[in-house]
């Protein structure tokens, strides 16, 4: 019988960032940030840079592979490749794709990047809408309706209602992001611990969304560079396969104006069963999750939708320390993630899966095998892994 | 205010952004609409199915023969949000403000966006009924929404 899945075809061998800084403080171009990163990563997977053959992003990263092989004086690009949809939707979109082209031969050596510098470029948290607006932006931006912050505190808003959860959940999603930043120097947020105090008198973005409800904007870049598992092997690293990848969206998701059909929803319902049955594991072999944070109320429920725990368990899975390293029963966010690493569009997330599976995490999970990594929550398309060591 | 009747001031203030029609014409008729205090929203001639916002065929049965259906502007609050921090330049005076997602149980219950006229910090409820308030600018009609007094 024919395998056409990727399971185990692929490794990721290499990571690596630059510093992370707040939103218009790098001191360096948005390209440059991307060519220290991907130099990193191809560093640290023990490669040369002339290896390099392929190159996957998404969410419209400006710096396209063109450029980059020019810059770096790459021989041969036989891959290049952007994931669609806005947000961190593509996070591990682009790194399915990268391992997607391995397997399909198209390449041997791919990088999946990111660099965001908003200061240079507009940020993500402003309206940015003109005088007049046409088309789904005149259902909603006219009323108001314009932020990220604003179109997800509306789902997360009903899931709540639905479910009967409380403040408390998002809290303890906050507060666990905030509590791994501080053992993690290259947070943003270390040295700055957050109390439930705090959180509760910080002031509302968009109920129920408080300031620390809400992800960083930062300056930045972060690489990750795959080949095939044969290959790895020559390869410095404790191998980190790829064990599944899934992308895509559910049922007439984001048609205009909310009217998706299955509205509370973090879009994971059909991609979760694909990709566990992928892997051929079930959501109880997951050690340690990475799961990207917009905005708190996406973590719940992309908790519930990956088979954690039902909708109706979620405040308490939640709460009372479940999502903090070393106590509870899933550490997520291990680096701090988009909350209190840093924002760079959640692909510090598969860095800190890699670093996780290798043993190198600051919030290391003792015996760690599994790590899920979850891009998007409530946008579409939507993407995740698994990975193993 | 070019319409004599039932105006009302602006939820927003002047700078916010305003709507204008699609330049491929694809949701006029729902403008027009607006601007005549009707709620229109799309009805598919084949198969009956609801649909907003507008699209070019049926998502159900993909026939391109597609109506419009005017709706009684009466509706429930399906989900809601107060707006603290303003993303916009012309909101910065304007926090807190309400949005609404309004369902219309006689449309299929579609859903629209709008605010939630009069107090910005009252007490809303999911389940809450709402009807339609027409917003007329000079030459575009928003849909507010207001709670239906003594539910």
């Known amino acids: ?389 | 205010m070019s319409h004599g009747f039932d105006t009302m001031a602006s939820y927003m203030p002047s700078g916010a952004p305003l709507p204008a029609p699609a330049p491929d014409g694809l949701d006029a008729a729902f403008w027009e609409g607006t601007r005549n205090h009707r709620l229109l929203v799309q009805r598919c001639k084949a198969c009956g199915t609801f649909q907003f916002g507008p699209e070019w065929i049926c998502h159900r049965c993909r026939s391109p023969q597609i109506g419009w259906h005017e709706c009684s502007g009466r509706g429930k609050v399906y989900a809601f949000e107060r707006v603290w921090h303003p993303v916009h330049s012309a909101l910065r005076e304007r926090v807190p403000y309400l949005i609404v997602l309004i369902e219309l149980p006689d449309a299929g219950n579609v859903r629209m966006i709008g605010n939630l006229l009069g107090d910005p910090q009252q007490n809303v409820q999911i389940g809450d009924e709402v009807e339609v308030a027409w917003e007329d600018h000079e030459d575009v009609t928003l849909t507010q929404w207001r709670l239906v007094a003594g539910k």
Not at chain 1, 155 to 163: D, G, S
């Open chain 1, 1 to 389: 019988m024919t395998d056409y899945s990727i399971k185990d075809k692929v490794t990721i061998v290499g990571i690596g960032e630059t510093r992370y800084y707040k939103a218009g403080q790098a001191p360096v171009s948005e390209f440059q940030l991307a060519l220290e990163a991907i130099q990193k990563a191809v560093a640290d997977a023990g490669l040369r840079i002339e290896d390099v053959d392929g190159f996957a992003s998404y969410s419209d990263d400006r710096n396209d592979p063109t450029r980059l092989a020019g810059a770096l004086g790459i021989p041969q690009i036989q891959f290049s490749n952007m994931h669609w949809g806005g947000g961190g939707g593509g996070m591990a979109g682009a790194v399915g794709n990268a391992a997607a082209a391995i397997v399909a031969g198209y390449a041997k050596h791919v990088v999946a990047f990111r660099a965001l510098a908003q200061g240079q470029f507009g940020r993500f948290g402003q309206g940015h809408a003109g005088a007049r607006v046409r088309g789904a932006q005149a259902y909603t931006a006219p009323y108001g309706l314009m932020s990220p912050a604003q179109m997800f505190a509306m789902r997360t808003q009903r899931f709540m209602y639905e479910h009967n959860i409380s403040q408390e959940a998002l809290a303890g999603i906050a507060l666990a992001s905030y509590k791994h930043a501080q053992r993690n120097p290259r947070a943003i947020m270390y040295g700055r611990p957050l109390t439930r105090e705090a959180y509760d008198n910080s002031r509302w973005i968009v109920e129920p969304f408080h300031l620390f409800d809400c992800c960083q904007e930062n300056d930045g870049s972060a690489a990750v560079v795959l080949t095939t598992t044969e290959r790895a092997r020559d390869l410095p690293h404790k191998p980190v396969y790829l064990m599944a990848a899934a992308q895509g969206s559910g049922y007439r998701q984001w048609v205009t104006a909310h009217n998706d059909p299955d509205y509370a929803t973090s879009n994971f319902k059909t991609l979760a069963p694909r990709l566990f049955g992928m892997a051929g594991i079930t959501p109880q072999d997951v050690d340690v999750a990475q799961i990207y944070e917009n905005f708190t109320g996406g973590v719940l429920m992309s908790i519930v939708e990956h088979g954690f725990c039902t909708a109706d368990e979620a405040e308490a899975f939640c709460t009372r320390g479940n999502l903090e390293w070393p106590e509870g029963n899933l550490p997520i966010n291990t680096s701090g993630g988009n909350l209190a690493e840093a924002y760079m569009h959640g692909l510090e997330l598969v860095l800190e899966g890699v670093r996780q599976l290798r043993g190198d995490s600051t919030c290391q999970v003792k015996d760690a095998r599994v790590c899920l990594v979850a891009a998007g929550p409530m946008v579409s398309p939507v993407s995740n892994l698994l990975l193993r060591n």
